[in-house]
């Protein structure tokens, strides 16, 4: 099946250009404006209408024609040992990827894709993030992206295999079996949204999914709503610079602003405090609506050696990861969840966090559940993890001793030494010589709040300093048994990591002077993941650190001292 040079689908040419399209439209909007608000005063051979419409029309034909030549260029062919993927615009690509470098397949769709019916393929490799090594096949139909999959893993395992018959023949009924029932669920998932419920069961397990009051939690308590006001107050002030410039070329800006200033001035308090809550919630509605569409029909469940996940409302994605991937399960709760106690889960794979051909960050981590119950993550993991089910509970961690909480406040000090010195000391003396030199000994009664202002700021940032250093050392913890090794992290949130001892690269103890001397060591631990490159533990007893490295050295693991 596939042997021999294989096209893509003409519809990519489409595609192509509407996303290339825009992309161009925001690069020219951002550069031409302000050139056009400059030129609006000057003659010109041409009105700038005209111009700007050649110059649109210009780019239009260019991205078409690189579209059709992108499609012209693209093929790829499935080897007995590789495949070959042939593309280019102006340099030409020849990528070879061995079918044993392959471990994980994604299919996405995005809305313009749904539109034309065509998702894309791509697979991960060990060295899959690399810029050159982008694996990956637009423009082909749903089945068809399952098929390449499923022939790719079944030639994989066969030559894993070792050309056994009687192994290749049962390989090929289970591939078959399992293919074909995936390829049913990505074609109804890619042309429907898939019910929503808490779960359910079918012949593959138990499938996991959201309901719509779970979607909108998830909204609510996520961190992007913050991020949403965040852009919102950058936004308006950049809106109100622009503006301004503008104004500023007819030279009323300044009467502008202080009408602006005094009509301000003049609102009822409750009035600017309704704003600024309407700004709020406009805020989270667009924080839940992000969340409504990006997690919309998610499911997630157990396929044999493999973890299906489907998500999406406007861009449908895909998503099997292979257990044997898999370095560690991250449990993480953000401050605002861990009230309403509820978590999301994170599986740390193999890969390179580095970026791909398209200038877009690969993280080597996927969610397989965004919002669940604390209490639930246990059962979940029995369910979909079996291989992860029973790790160390929370209560049996070991925390953290009264020296390791003395060190805390010391460290955090340091930031607070910045607090007070700095807005304490050395800024109020350098405004008080600038307004002393210029105003005399009056500069104290106009400026004085601005002193007030800033001791205040300096003593807020030293307590919230000083609780999160006490926080922080409420929030750490680690404990291990035969088989995993659990650390636990966080002030005002939680972050949970589960390590298979098996997969930890190798261990590490650090002492400085200071803990030698309070019999505290930091113990690390390394794996494959980019994500948790290095988990670090700060603080613990001596003692326990020295059964620790005990624990890694029984599995001749590395150790480092």
């Known amino acids: 099946m596939y042997d021999g040079p294989q096209k893509i689908s003409k519809k990519v040419i489409p595609l192509l250009i509407f996303r290339w399209t825009w992309q161009v439209l925001i690069v020219l909007l951002i550069s031409l404006v302000p050139t056009i608000i400059q030129l609006r005063d000057v003659n010109l051979v041409l009105p700038i209408p005209l111009i700007v419409i050649g110059v649109l029309l210009l780019f239009f034909i260019v991205i078409t024609l690189f579209a059709f030549i992108y499609y012209k260029r693209f093929t790829w062919e499935l080897t007995s040992n590789e495949l070959h993927i042939y593309k280019g615009i102006i340099v030409r690509n020849r990528l070879h990827v061995p079918y044993s470098r392959m471990h994980t397949a994604d299919i996405n769709a995005t809305l313009f894709e749904r539109l034309l019916g065509v998702v894309t393929l791509k697979l991960d490799t060990a060295g899959g993030s690399h810029r050159d090594a982008d694996a990956k096949i637009p423009g082909i139909e749903a089945v068809v992206a399952e098929q390449i999959k499923n022939e790719i893993f079944r030639r994989k395992a066969v030559a894993e295999g070792g050309g056994n018959a009687a192994y290749q023949a049962s390989l090929s009924a289970n591939l078959d079996a399992v293919g074909n029932q995936f390829s049913a669920d990505v074609g109804t998932y890619f042309d429907h949204n898939v019910p929503l419920g808490q779960f359910a069961s079918d012949a593959q397990g138990t499938v996991y999914r959201l309901s719509v009051k779970e979607l909108v939690?998830?909204?609510?308590?996520?961190?992007?709503?913050?991020?949403?006001?965040?852009?919102?107050?950058?936004?308006?002030?950049?809106?109100?610079?622009?503006?301004?410039?503008?104004?500023?070329?007819?030279?009323?800006?300044?009467?502008?602003?202080?009408?602006?200033?005094?009509?301000?001035?003049?609102?009822?308090?409750?009035?600017?405090?309704?704003?600024?809550?309407?700004?709020?919630?406009?805020?989270?509605?667009?924080?839940?609506?992000?969340?409504?569409?990006?997690?919309?029909?998610?499911?997630?469940?157990?396929?044999?050696?493999?973890?299906?996940?489907?998500?999406?409302?406007?861009?449908?994605?895909?998503?099997?990861?292979?257990?044997?991937?898999?370095?560690?399960?991250?449990?993480?709760?953000?401050?605002?969840?861990?009230?309403?106690?509820?978590?999301?889960?994170?599986?740390?794979?193999?890969?390179?966090?580095?970026?791909?051909?398209?200038?877009?960050?690969?993280?080597?981590?996927?969610?397989?559940?965004?919002f669940i119950r604390k209490k639930h993550v246990d059962e979940f993991i029995c369910t979909i993890l079996p291989e992860y089910a029973g790790a160390p509970e929370e209560a049996t961690l070991e925390t953290l001793s009264g020296a390791a909480l003395r060190r805390s406040f010391f460290r955090y000090a340091r930031w607070t030494f910045c607090f007070i010195v700095i807005p304490l000391i050395l800024v109020p003396s350098l405004l008080a010589r600038v307004l002393s030199e210029q105003y005399g000994s009056l500069w104290w009664e106009t400026y004085s709040w601005i002193f007030a202002v800033v001791i205040a700021v300096g003593f807020f940032l030293t307590g919230f300093l000083m609780i999160t250093a006490l926080f922080a050392w409420k929030g750490r913890a680690i404990g291990f048994d035969e088989k995993f090794l659990v650390m636990r992290s966080g002030a005002y949130g939680r972050r949970f990591v589960y390590f298979p001892r098996r997969k930890i690269q190798y261990a590490q103890m650090q002492q400085n002077p200071f803990q030698r001397y309070t019999h505290l060591a930091t113990v690390s631990v390394f794996s494959a993941s980019p994500m948790l490159r290095k988990v670090s533990t700060i603080d613990v007893r001596l003692p326990f650190a020295e059964a620790f490295l005990d624990w890694v050295e029984r599995y001749s693991q590395t150790i480092k001292r």
């Open 217 to 370: 939690l998830a909204g609510i308590t996520s961190s992007s709503a913050f991020v949403m006001i965040l852009l919102f107050v950058a936004m308006g002030v950049q809106g109100l610079g622009i503006v301004m410039g503008m104004m500023q070329s007819y030279g009323t800006v300044e009467s502008y602003v202080q009408r602006g200033l005094d009509a301000f001035a003049q609102l009822p308090v409750g009035l600017i405090i309704l704003l600024v809550l309407v700004v709020i919630l406009i805020a989270f509605g667009f924080a839940i609506l992000g969340k409504l569409i990006s997690l919309w029909g998610f499911t997630v469940r157990r396929n044999g050696k493999n973890i299906e996940v489907h998500r999406g409302l406007l861009t449908k994605v895909s998503t099997v990861v292979s257990v044997d991937r898999i370095q560690a399960i991250r449990v993480k709760q953000g401050a605002i969840r861990r009230i309403f106690g509820f978590s999301e889960i994170m599986l740390e794979k193999v890969a390179m966090q580095m970026q791909n051909s398209e200038g877009k960050q690969q993280i080597a981590s996927n969610i397989i559940h965004p």
